[in-house]
C-alpha cells in the first residue's frame, strides 16, 4: 500500500493486489473525511500523508470508491502466479517520493547509528571474550 501512494503504480501479483484493494479505498476515504487520527493508524510517514491529501485526494474528485485500476500484464516467469499493474485513478502525473533514510527521518544521521552499532558490537564481544576466558579457567582447576 505505502509503494501505492509513493509511486502511483505497482506492479503485483493479482491476489496481493485484491487483499489491499479495499485499504487503499479505506484510507483514501479517512483522507477525504479529514479523519487524521484514524489516517495516522495507517499511514505513519508525514510525507506519505501530505501526500495523500494534497496530490492525490483532489485528483479523485467526487469519486465514492474505486480509487484503483488493475490492468493484468500476464503471468511470473517463476512461479506462474499471475500478475497486474496497479494503479492510483489520476496517478498519470505524480512522481515518485523522493527516497529518504527511514534513519534520517527519525533525526538521526546514519553514521551515529553505525558508530553505536559497533560500540555494541564490540562490548559483547568482549563479553564472550571474557565469558570464555572464565570459563577456560574454572575447567581447568577441576
Given at each position: ?18 487483499a489491499?484493494?479495499g485499504l487503499?479505498?479505506?484510507v483514501?476515504?479517512?483522507a ?11 499511514i ?23 480509487y484503483?485500476?488493475l490492468?493484468k500484464?500476464?503471468?511470473?516467469s ?22 529518504g ?16 552499532a ?25
Amino acid at each position: 500500500m505505502y509503494s501505492l501512494f509513493s509511486y502511483g503504480t505497482i506492479q503485483t501479483s493479482e491476489a496481493k493486489a485484491k487483499a489491499i484493494k479495499g485499504l487503499v479505498d479505506k484510507v483514501i476515504n479517512l483522507a477525504k473525511a479529514k479523519n487524521t487520527a484514524e489516517l495516522n493508524s495507517f499511514i505513519f510517514d508525514e510525507n506519505l500523508q501530505k501526500r495523500v491529501n494534497d496530490e492525490i485526494v483532489p485528483k479523485l474528485g467526487t469519486r465514492v470508491s474505486g480509487y484503483t485500476r488493475l490492468v493484468k500484464t500476464g503471468t511470473r516467469s517463476g512461479d506462474q502466479t499471475a500478475m497486474v499493474r496497479m494503479s492510483l485513478i489520476g496517478s498519470e502525473e505524480l512522481k515518485p517520493l523522493e527516497k529518504g533514510s527511514r534513519v534520517q527521518g527519525l533525526g538521526v544521521s546514519k553514521k551515529t547509528v553505525a558508530s553505536e552499532a559497533d560500540k555494541k558490537e564490540k562490548k559483547t564481544i568482549k563479553a564472550v571474550k571474557k565469558t570464555v576466558r572464565v570459563k577456560s579457567k574454572s575447567s581447568k582447576t577441576k
